[in-house]
């Protein structure tokens, strides 16, 4: 099995996060692996308890209820890549997409079927073991099939907050945080279908007197008001998110709120094991910023690759928040203003 080095850039999502993950996969010595923990979510993954190769496969392998209810709904994110091919096997209509052949095997290959076929092949042969021997079994696999590269780097956005269990299963991996200022992503944030249905999942809670949106089922529906039962069910308007009126400081505090518990988090991974980037650093100052990531992840920093970058990240537009009128700007800062205050004292 190829020595792979491990990194994972976390952050709150909407900081720039898919743009850079597009910006490694470029680079012929890194297998860039994208969205992994948002396609598959189970907690249990990143746990002790053996798998055998069929029983980790299946996690992998089977339809994601929530992507494929957004998908069959319109309410699809631009990370959603599987279904916009021209050509596939799968449709979350009928026989639902997998897990992983909707955010993570298309931004590897063209044809992500026939890597899910040969992944299926591989992977149901392997022994029982940890999740993580598996993981690392799958990048080295994945690795094998795309020149073998020493590097690889997942990505998925909202993920800081996992960084204890991303640590405990992987001892040895570095993470890079990738941050935003609080503003622009809050404001990307309230545009983006999944964060806005963040406070309206614990606004349901709420209604219902549950603790935590996990909670919710679709019987719960009977108890919602019309403009939030539906949301519970198969099929829904994604007006119903994207046109209800939630305020842009919830999306500050959001903001804040997973800064301050995930920079927590990581002061339990060694210095030397972690940096930070900073999103807008990165655009005004990205060949500096792209060697400075190269070494940290171990590779080398082609001025191929370097040129590469910089051309895709020239798009980045920051500063969308300062365009707000007084009236949503003010109290937008405010909300963010814990999270900025915690940033700087952590660096």
Not at 23 to 34: E, M, R, T
Not at 97 to 125: G, N, R
Not at 142 to 164: D, K, Q, Y
Request: charged share 20%.
């Amino acid at each position: 099995m190829v020595n792979q080095k491990l990194t994972f850039v976390v952050g709150t999502g909407r900081c720039g996060s898919t743009a850079l993950s597009q910006v490694i996969n470029i680079h012929p010595d890194v297998l860039s692996i994208n969205e992994l923990f948002a396609s598959i979510p189970d907690a249990e993954m990143l746990d002790e308890a053996p798998l055998s190769g069929p029983e980790f496969w299946g996690y992998l392998s089977r339809p994601n209820v929530i992507t494929n209810s957004m998908i069959r709904n319109g309410a699809t994110p631009p990370e959603f890549l599987y279904h916009k091919l021209p050509k596939r096997r799968f449709d979350a209509e009928t026989t639902g997409i997998p897990a992983i052949s909707v955010m993570v095997l298309p931004h590897l290959t063209d044809d992500p079927d026939a890597l899910f076929d040969e992944l299926e092949s591989e992977v149901t042969s392997w022994p029982t073991r940890r999740p993580a021997d598996h993981w690392t079994a799958l990048f080295a696999s994945l690795g094998a099939r795309f020149g073998n590269p020493g590097a690889v780097v997942e990505r998925t956005g909202l993920s800081i907050g996992r960084v204890p269990e991303m640590h405990r299963a992987f001892p040895e991996a570095r993470f890079v945080h990738l941050y935003r200022e609080g503003p622009d992503c809050a404001v990307s944030m309230s545009r983006h279908f999944s964060f806005r249905m963040i406070p309206m999942l614990w606004e349901m809670a709420m209604h219902l007197g549950l603790e935590t949106p996990q909670h919710l089922t679709p019987q719960h529906a009977a108890q919602l008001p019309p403009d939030l039962a539906p949301l519970l069910s198969d099929r829904y308007d994604p007006a119903l998110v994207m046109e209800r009126p939630i305020p842009l400081s919830a999306f500050g505090t959001l903001w804040s709120e997973t800064i301050v518990d995930g920079l927590r988090k990581l002061d339990d991974v060694p210095a030397e094991q972690r940096t930070a980037l900073s999103y807008e650093t990165l655009l005004e100052e990205p060949e500096k910023e792209l060697i400075r990531l190269a070494e940290f992840i171990g590779v080398e920093a082609h001025r191929t690759w370097l040129d590469a970058s910089i051309a895709h990240l020239d798009g980045g537009r920051p500063g969308a928040a300062r365009k707000l009128p007084e009236a949503e700007l003010t109290p937008l800062l405010e909300s963010c203003s814990p999270g900025t205050r915690a940033l700087a004292a952590h660096q």
